[in-house]
């Protein structure tokens, strides 16, 4: 879980030494990750059909994906690789939401005080000299929310296939979903009319880099370590993903923090901890 944790954390950085159009850099990295997954398949002799009710329910996860993506990457651009992510993690709290209005969850009370630590540390990070921001950075705070929202939806399309147990693999669904993915993404760049060739060798060692180590190692490494660990250690390494994603743009692309932006930072880890991190049972496990 910690290597995934590093694994996927320079995500973003790949995304950003690529340097390409977002949804050519999303396109890439689904359709690699994808093809790799599918071939694991082949490999291990696991099926890839089911129904079409759960191949339905694949594409919207797809699409849900799809749009993760899309306002990601534009968000990378924008605002940077670290503060990006971080934003993407708000997640955490719309899938609390979504479990309170769709699955009946019960919401602790170290929610609430997860949420509000957060949203204080966002507005830290953000939010005080907001009006003095560029309009492309706000807009990249925009698309950094919107990014948790689609991840969101793209949670909860495959909790609903996972929970068949007649249904495929875990490795199945996720590789079916990646090329859907990809297959949306490239619909998106050919309507913007973007070009999908590569310029340069190092865009295409950063977009297989993202696409077989992150897309693929991370996941299943994610995938094979939870259910052998407890909550709170899941919970604090994958905390690991947001912080180090932060301390690669600040080493790599030398973004500037001041220490507002250190507190703001440590406000919605801890918020984000808080949120994600049940309480521990004995022999509790995910």
Same mark, same amino acid.
């Given at each position: 879980?910690l ?48 129904n ?10 797809? $699409? $849900? ?28 709290? $719309? ?11 019960i ?21 005080? +000299? ?30 609903h ?38 310029? +340069?060798?190092?865009?295409?060692v ?30 604090v ?10 301390l ?9 923090m001041?220490?507002?932006d ?7 880890? $801890? ?16």
């Amino acid at each position: 879980m910690l290597v995934a944790a590093i694994i996927i954390s320079t995500s973003s950085v790949w995304v950003k030494t690529a340097a390409v159009a977002p949804s050519v850099s999303g396109f890439y990295r689904m359709f690699i990750g994808g093809t790799v997954l599918l071939a694991i398949c082949f490999i291990q002799r696991l099926r890839l059909w089911h129904n079409t009710k759960h191949l339905l329910w694949l594409f919207l996860a797809g $699409f $849900f994906f799809a749009c993760d993506l899309f306002f990601w990457h534009r968000s990378i651009f924008f605002v940077g690789p670290g503060l990006a992510t971080v934003l993407g993690n708000f997640q955490v709290f $719309f899938m609390a939401l979504a479990g309170y209005l769709f699955y009946r969850e019960i919401i602790r009370l170290t929610f609430f005080i997860g949420l509000i630590s957060t949203m204080t540390g966002l507005f830290l990070m953000v939010g005080i +000299n907001w009006s003095d921001l560029t309009g492309d950075y706000q807009l990249g705070v925009i698309y950094g929310i919107l990014t948790a929202v689609a991840y969101t939806g793209f949670m909860l399309s495959l909790r609903h296939v996972q929970t068949d147990e007649s249904g495929l693999s875990a490795i199945a669904n996720l590789g079916i979903t990646s090329i859907f993915t990809a297959l949306i993404l490239f619909a998106e760049l050919t309507i913007e009319g973007l070009d999908i060739v590569l310029p +340069n060798t190092q865009a295409w060692v950063s977009l297989l880099i993202l696409g077989v180590f992150c897309q693929v190692i991370g996941w299943l490494l994610i995938t094979q370590s939870m259910p052998k660990l407890s909550t709170s250690i899941v919970g604090v390494l994958l905390l690991l993903q947001p912080a180090l994603s932060m301390l690669w743009d600040v080493l790599f692309f030398y973004r500037p923090m001041s220490k507002m932006d250190i507190i703001g930072l440590g406000m919605v880890l $801890f918020g984000v901890y808080l949120a994600t991190v049940k309480k521990r049972a004995k022999k509790s496990h995910l």
